[in-house]
């Protein structure tokens, strides 16, 4: 009963964080809470946790109470296409024709989309009600979009607002950009706000007693009392792109509100309950391994910081609490799109349309969306998830090499994979993609880590002991990587079925349950597909017609053809097309003038692989002795590549888990041999450098 300590736990600390949890600290915080309880051991007494819960509750009770600005918020696009639309019949009128004005000035009538392909204006995608809906409101019911204590924002990353992900504006060409897409907010003020100020530049409207609004225009950052007289009252504003501008916003976009003491003080007090109970709740339910702990806390908060410093990659794209809009027609929106309209579904009671996942058969890719409405469940409309999830994959490199070569290498490892600007197994990679909104990276970092755990389950893979939960904790992550790349599909059942053969033979058939209940997830896939679509597809439609245009049948057709001498047949020429494009590509490049770097390290990736082929051959002429935890890796490595020979594109990204576990191969690899090679003496002076 004492494994259900960690669950419980870790369920308090969310409570106590507040859902959604918005505000970066409080993520960190919560992240660092959740990783003393990984890096703990439990206690046993029950009393612990009744104590834990009872602090729990009482901290929510407590901020309950608190004083809190709670201002209505609603939001939506801006975006006109005609006449008699519901902006024009629900916004006051005066406020309609002043912005209306402004957005045929930046975009007019008659000029048209920039190609056919632009979505928003031809096609009359624009609101179809007043204000939007927000993830943030979920789990706090708003009055229009959601409840806000805080307003402070300068682009529309920062304000946060969840259209600018929804499927309905998927445009991707013409003349206007989601970057800079127009939008407005009106606020509602509360006598709680009294006393408070707002700050802003450029135009808002501001209603008066009768009704009426007043147009108060700033051309410098200028202030405005909120008075009892405004309390119930409210303010338009909409923002607009600087003209002539589709990349950039206007750089003076500002907009801010001061709260007052009274509301600080309260704010301040909710912030204390919030460190002291998730403090209190950790040491009540846990001991934590303090080296442990503070090695891979220290590890997690390099990464974090490493990938809020890369502003520069992916476009200037960012994680975190900021919501920026993602590229048109591309994957990450469909991603988040689907992610948010399931979580929306799940907060309205709706969890069996929720798991639909929006397609009753998967076309698209299945697993990120899933991730994305974990998200918004739970963060809102931010991405605070998949940056936390990244920011944990070096932890997870870390103590994979460290199973295999020690601490100093693992050091090693690690400090390559922060610094490495190209190729694989280099961070930049796994940040870029990630902010791109892909799964590549998320179902890396947890294919690792469940290839991790069983390693560190399976005594005869170097294994300390047996630990049925972690091999069954392994089997999900395992499958879940799965879920969100089906591409691993090969590598996942190669490692399951190894670890379930080991412990076989070794008797172990609670280990074998374990990791086959683990990767029983992976079930969900065929089984929605049939529930929801009456199809049975092992995991999409795609995936079994257009994905994979290639077979086996076509390299024995192509071996044949280059026997009798054909060279130009077309089977030759296509499979030969797919193998260059798989093994010939210097892979992912954040800047034109490393590609020389790219290159040069692209022959080393191909001398790793080279390795792996070795080390997995060796194996099994060894008749699976010797080596075996190494030979894991090589032939998950391997079984990584698999689906490079038949799918429909060969891109870099779809095999970024395989070099990766080819580079890991080399690594260890060199690592275990170079004291064999070298002479003790200078082995010795080698170690010592690193």
């Known amino acids: 009963m004492t494994r259900a300590i960690k669950p419980v736990a870790a369920a308090l600390l969310v409570l106590v964080a507040g859902v959604p ?128 204590d805080a307003i402070d924002f300068r682009t529309l990353g920062e304000f946060r607002g969840g259209f600018a992900n929804e499927l309905h504006y998927n445009w991707w060409s013409g003349p206007l950009r989601r970057e800079s897409t127009p939008f407005y907010v009106m606020y509602e003020f509360t006598p709680a706000t009294v006393g408070s100020r707002l700050s802003w530049k450029g135009q808002v409207f501001w209603e008066r007693q009768d009704g009426r609004f007043e147009e108060v225009v700033h051309n410098e950052i200028g202030t405005r009392d909120i008075t009892p007289a405004d309390a119930g009252k409210r ?77 520069w990659v992916s476009f200037g794209k960012y994680l975190g609490a900021t919501y920026p809009p993602h590229g048109g027609g591309d994957d990450g929106m469909v991603h988040d799109g689907y992610g948010r309209t399931m979580a929306m579904l799940a907060g309205n009671g709706h969890l069996v349309e929720a798991l639909k996942g929006v397609e009753p058969v998967y076309w698209f890719t299945p697993g990120t969306r899933y991730v994305r409405m974990v998200e918004k469940l739970l963060f809102g409309d931010t991405n605070h998830l998949f940056a936390l999830l990244l920011a944990g994959v070096p932890v997870v490199i870390f103590y994979l090499i460290r199973h295999f070569a020690g601490t100093r290498w693992a050091w090693i490892a690690t400090a390559f994979f922060w610094v490495m600007p190209v190729g694989n197994l280099s961070f930049l990679q796994y940040i870029a993609n990630a902010k791109l909104g892909y799964g590549e990276a998320i179902a890396g970092g947890l294919f690792l880590l469940g290839l991790l755990l069983l390693l560190q389950t399976q005594p005869d893979w170097g294994g300390q002991h047996r630990n049925a939960p972690a091999a069954a904790l392994a089997g999900s992550a395992l499958a879940a990587s799965l879920f969100i790349r089906p591409n691993f599909a090969f590598a996942v059942v190669a490692v399951g079925a190894l670890y379930a053969w080991t412990s076989w033979m070794r008797g172990d058939r609670r280990a074998v349950f374990a990791v086959a209940a683990g990767l029983a997830v992976a079930l969900w896939l065929p089984f929605h597909n049939w529930y929801y679509g009456g199809g049975f597809y092992l995991i999409s439609q795609s995936g079994a017609t257009v994905s994979v245009p290639l077979g086996p049948g076509d390299y024995v057709r192509a071996v044949g053809e280059l026997v009798r001498g054909r060279l130009d047949s077309p089977v030759v020429t296509v499979t030969s097309r797919q193998i260059h494009g798989w093994l010939w590509n210097p892979g992912f490049l954040v800047r034109d003038a490393l590609l020389p770097v790219a290159w040069a390290f692209h022959g080393l990736k191909l001398f790793a692989l080279l390795v792996s082929c070795g080390v997995a051959f060796r194996w099994m002429t060894g008749r699976f002795s010797g080596g075996t935890d190494l030979a894991v890796v090589a032939v998950a490595s391997l079984c990584a590549h698999l689906p490079m020979l038949f799918i429909f594109s060969t891109h870099y990204r779809y095999v970024m888990l395989a070099w990766d576990l080819n580079l890991i191969v080399l690594f260890v690899w060199l690592a275990r041999g170079l004291p064999a090679v070298l002479p003790r003496r200078h082995a010795r002076r080698v170690l010592s450098y690193v």
């Not at 003076?252 to 909710?270: C, D, G, H, T, V």
């Not at 403090?279 to 090695?295: A, D, H, K, M, Q």
């Open 235 to 311: 303010i338009y504003a909409a923002f607009f792109p600087t003209p002539g501008s589709v990349l950039s916003r206007d750089q003076e976009f500002y907009f801010r509100f001061e709260p007052s003491m009274k509301l600080r003080i309260a704010a301040w007090f909710e912030n204390l309950l919030t460190i002291v109970g998730g403090i209190v709740i950790v040491f009540l339910t846990v001991g934590v391994r303090w080296p442990s702990y503070f090695r891979a806390l220290g590890i997690f908060a390099v990464s974090y910081a490493l990938m809020a410093s890369f502003i």
């Open 21 to 148: 949890v918005l505000d970066t600290w409080v993520a960190l915080l919560l992240a660092a809470c959740l990783m003393a309880l990984v890096f703990g051991t439990s206690h046993a007494q029950w009393w612990r946790v009744a104590a834990a819960a009872a602090i729990a509750i009482t901290i929510v009770g407590l901020k309950g109470v608190l004083l809190r600005a709670d201002i209505a918020e609603g939001h939506n696009v801006f975006l006109v296409a005609g006449d008699g639309e519901p902006l024009e019949l629900l916004l006051p009128r005066e406020v309609f024709h002043s912005w209306r004005s402004r957005f045929d000035a930046l975009y007019p009538p008659g000029s048209g989309p920039a190609a056919d392909r632009s979505h928003w204006r031809p096609n009359g995608f624009v609101p179809k009600t007043l204000f939007t809906q927000s993830a943030d409101a979920i789990w706090r019911r708003a009055k229009y979009t959601r409840q806000v």
